[in-house]
């Protein structure tokens, strides 16, 4: 008999304490006793009110993100204006150099007129092309890639094979209001 009563009470003594430190736990974890009764108070305020507790899953679940289409405006001037997209999709094995040639030089010209209008470019090193630079420690790989035996430490010594190119400003145009971005071009339809 005293060995159940002994055993009851280290039973009860044990889960009071477990309660106690289950509490301290949780409290410590969620900023103490102010984010305990902070959390209170956002529950019950959710339970109340409707309105509140959507805010307060909206803050917690947001909304997907809906991608931008602005790095596509370029593209769908250039297919508009040059018709870019036309020939880079296009199969063209059906026809010959002659007439592929008489295309490109078409499209070249109005994608050309098409990125001066809208892009300012300049070269990313200013050196001519074949000169031989100076890569300094630090530079930025996004804007320099070093190619061919790459092995050491900066500064790497080699030849320029190509300057890159840096947009320094650009005036691409919002598009309209309700505008789909991710059409580059739209169907046409002839009716008749």
Same mark, same amino acid.
């Given at each position: ?10 039973? @009860?003594?044990?889960?009071?304490? #477990? ?10 974890? &969620? ?7 902070? !959390?209170?108070? @956002? ?8 309105? &509140? ?7 917690? +679940?947001?909304?997907?993100?809906? $991608? ?18 036309? &020939?880079?999709?296009? +199969? ?6 002659? /007439?592929? !040639?008489? =295309? ?13 209008? *809208? ?7 200013? /050196? ?6 100076? @890569?300094?420690? #630090?530079?930025?790989? =996004? ?10 430490? $900066?500064? &790497?010594? !080699?030849?320029?094979? *190509?300057? !890159?190119?840096?947009?320094?400003? *650009?005036?691409?145009?919002? $598009? ?17």
């Amino acid at each position: 008999m005293e060995y159940a009563i002994g055993a009851g009470i280290g039973l @009860v003594m044990g889960l009071a304490l #477990g309660y106690v430190l289950c509490l301290k736990l949780l409290a410590k974890q &969620f900023g103490g006793k102010p984010g305990m009764d902070l !959390g209170k108070k @956002v529950a019950a305020k959710s339970a109340a009110d409707p309105a &509140f507790a959507k805010k307060i899953d909206e803050l917690f +679940n947001p909304p997907p993100v809906k $991608p931008s289409g602005e790095p596509f405006r370029l593209l769908g001037m250039l297919q508009r204006d040059a018709r870019l997209l036309d &020939f880079l999709m296009e +199969n063209l094995s059906a026809y010959d150099d002659g /007439q592929i !040639g008489a =295309s490109v030089r078409d499209i070249h010209a109005k994608s050309q007129a098409v990125i001066k209008k *809208h892009l300012t470019l300049e070269p990313v090193l200013g /050196q001519e092309e074949g000169t031989r630079v100076t @890569v300094p420690a #630090g530079f930025d790989p =996004s804007a320099i890639r070093l190619v061919g035996n790459v092995s050491g430490q $900066p500064p &790497f010594h !080699g030849t320029l094979q *190509h300057a !890159g190119w840096r947009v320094k400003a *650009h005036t691409i145009p919002k $598009p309209a209001d309700g505008q789909d971005e991710f059409v580059l071009m739209p169907a046409e339809v002839e009716l008749g």
